[in-house]
């Protein structure tokens, strides 16, 4: 692969409250490390429920990024750490799913997406099953989806 392709590849990880979202960030920081490229981190904000006065709803959502931007900020220097490199940070709102698929459409810099399955036994979750079954003519770049139990060790020999 050229040089060039390798540093231009970005993999695109799913930031989200879920146990496993470490092992696919893990994977992606080193599989960029080892193979070149960039990590990005998409953090999508679900939308509020119904709320009565729109400067609370405002208020709650402007909350809601607040939080967003900490959280990416935190993950951003621990993919510093492993790659060396700064990630890019994607902070959309709406319904995940849909979100991931508009970004992937629109942003032709995201190479690889990098999902991990569930660690408790229930099945891929939601994400992994849309996207493996009735979204998936609309994915334009490859999934990978790494085992969510994974430690670092086997982390470490896969890629």
Known sequence: ????????RVFLVMVDD???RRVAMRY??????NGGGRVAL????EPEGTVEWAGVGAMLQEERREEAEKLLSGLAAEVQEITGGLPILLI???????????????????????LASGVNGGGPGPLITA???????????????????LDDAELDRVT
């Not at 709102?93 to 810099?109: I, N, T, V």
């Open 131 to 149: 996207l493996t079954g009735r979204y998936a003519p609309q994915l334009r770049v490859p999934l990978t989806i790494v085992p969510g139990n």
């Open 92 to 114: 959309r709102e709406g319904e995940p799913r849909d979100e991931l698929l508009a970004l992937l459409k629109e942003d032709p810099r995201l190479s690889i997406l990098i």
């Open 28 to 33: 992606a920081c080193l599989r960029a490390r």
């Open 42 to 45: 998409l953090r999508v904000i």
């Open 18 to 20: 879920s146990a496993e």
């Open 1 to 8: 692969m050229p040089e060039a392709a390798r540093r231009d």
